[in-house]
């Protein structure tokens, strides 16, 4: 089964930082150009980084801009989203996303809470 499963979410305070991790199965990412959505409640989903196969990393996102990160470990068949200073508005769940080629997957989420 071909799929991709996020992790690595929580709940945290503001200020505070987490590693998200987004594992594909039943494929390998190498050639896939991979983002990272967040979707908050009563909102759209929002582009956030994308990491293309070669390692370029691109930012969408003004509100996250300085804070987040996107790396990818293509040993471990997993893309990464570091998230620092974290804020209440981050709070949201947050989605990893491989393109290639016509073929799209998603996964199915992982909630990330900013709240003291």
């Known amino acids: 089964q071909l799929q991709l499963v996020e992790s690595g979410g929580g709940l945290v305070q503001p200020g505070g930082s987490l590693r998200l991790s987004c594992l594909a199965s039943?494929?390998?990412?190498?050639?896939?150009?991979i983002g990272w959505f967040r979707q908050a409640p009563g909102k759209e989903r929002e582009a956030l980084l994308s990491i293309s196969s070669s390692g370029t990393s691109t930012n969408y996102g003004d509100s996250v801009k300085g804070r987040f990160t996107i790396s990818r470990d293509n040993a471990k068949n997993t893309v990464y989203l570091q998230m620092n200073s974290l804020k209440p508005e981050d709070t949201a769940n947050y989605y990893c996303?491989?393109?290639?080629?016509?073929?799209?997957?998603w996964g199915q989420g992982t909630q990330v809470t900013v709240s003291s």
């Open positions: 996303n491989a393109v290639r080629l016509g073929l799209n997957y």
């Open positions: 039943g494929f390998t990412l190498d050639y896939y150009c």
